[in-house]
């Protein structure tokens, strides 16, 4: 796995880097070496924020987390990834019988398997708007998220609330 980390607003010393590669390296049974790992280190005031990112063949797995110090946001996101894979552990099956070449570690599936099911289906009339007045329209609703159809592409687009307040938004892209 090709590991890239990138540091903003601060310098990564190199023990750092050494410890988050080294904590990466559990995940290479998972993943090819064709894979490629971001992991992004952001300093706002008294918060340190640790993204990790990996990708390989359409596949993305994320986890981010914020805390007091940078090592210990590492062990978290560290962890919310693991819990990612073992939770998408079905997907992740699927994909190596696509991709043969995939290997996965049984050490991380010793939770029991959860079924994902829909339980509900809503139908709604998807409406021209700029992605600002979607977040408008999502923040008086009250959700998490709001689709709709973007007034310059006339692609149906969605945006998000992060989980540090801001927005996102989701473009389909063809690949």
Known sequence: MKVTIIGRKVNLRNNFKE???KK???FQRIFDDDAEAV????VERNRQTVEITIRQRG???RAEETALDMNEALDHVISALG???RRNKTRLE???KVDPG????DAYYDEPEEELQVVRTKRFAVKV???EEAIMQMNMLDHEFFLFRDDESGEINVVYRRKNGDYGLLVPEEK
């Open 19 to 21: 410890l988050a590669e």
């Open 59 to 61: 596949m993305i797995c």
């Open 39 to 42: 992991v992004t280190v952001t």
């Open 24 to 26: 990466l390296a559990k």
């Open 83 to 85: 819990r990612q894979i």
């Open 94 to 96: 699927k994909a190596k």
């Open 102 to 105: 995939l290997e996965f570690a």
């Open 129 to 131: 708007m700029t992605p």
